[in-house]
């Protein structure tokens, strides 16, 4: 199992707190988290939203790439919704602040890192005096 650096533990545990304040019965106790009155929206898209977060977590922890996708798709498009609850008067600062941190992280260099995909096939390298051969 190849060694996890310490921000994806950050990145997981923004995950899961992203998952925690997206949970109905948590979103309308603390304030700043519930939805904007003009904006329906089901407790079942919350929820929703609340597993995949849950997934793309399990995917970090376990180094699949495709964590790293759904999180950043998750995070776009969480950010897009969050600005656009800011735009209305009504924004939600701690998600939009948890999201942004998970960009942030997500697209480091040591976390980038752990999800590029290799290439199997080792480059052919020609030495200077084969050059000359040919």
């Known amino acids: 199992m190849r060694p996890r650096p310490w921000g994806i533990w950050v990145v ?3 995950q899961v707190a992203l998952a925690v304040t997206l949970l109905p019965w948590f979103a309308e106790t603390v304030p700043g988290l519930t939805p904007a009155d003009n904006v329906e929206l089901g407790h079942e898209l919350y929820l929703a939203w609340a597993a995949l977060n849950l997934v793309a977590a399990l995917w970090l922890w376990t180094l699949d ?3 790293w996708v759904l999180t950043m798709v998750l995070v ?5 919704g ?5 735009s209305i008067g009504q924004p939600t ?3 939009m602040a948890i999201q942004a941190m998970t ?14 995909r290799r290439s199997e096939i080792a480059p052919i390298v020609l030495r200077d005096t084969e050059l000359d051969a040919a």
């Open 93 to 95: 600062w701690i998600r």
């Open 76 to 80: 776009g498009i969480g950010l897009i």
């Open 65 to 67: 790439r495709r964590g």
């Open 12 to 14: 997981i545990a923004l």
């Open 82 to 86: 969050n600005l656009y609850l800011w």
């Open 103 to 116: 960009a942030f992280y997500l697209n480091s260099a040591p976390i980038r890192e752990l999800f590029e």
